[in-house]
């Protein structure tokens, strides 16, 4: 579905402004230039955990909303 207004998004602290309403989580990476094998991340607001964009996810964007990626190797490892 097509927007005549841009909608402004935050993916790994780099803003975008996109003419969409709805993209996909592979194509959000595609926007960023994020690596295919990489997770991606809705930023949640409060004390909830992020919620994991996976490629085939059509996401309802929303002016303000921030997304970040991570390697997979990294996804649930604690440092010590």
Request: hydrophobic share 35%; net charge negative.
């Amino acid at each position: 579905m097509e927007n005549k207004t841009d909608i402004h998004i935050t993916i790994d602290h780099n803003e975008f402004a996109v003419h969409v309403t709805e993209m996909t989580g592979a194509q959000l990476k595609a926007l960023a230039g994020i690596a295919d094998t990489n997770l991606l991340f809705l930023e949640v607001d409060g004390p909830g955990e992020d919620e994991p964009i996976p490629d085939d996810k059509l996401v309802h964007l929303r002016n303000g909303e921030h997304f970040y990626d991570m390697p997979p190797g990294n996804f649930g490892c604690s440092r010590r």
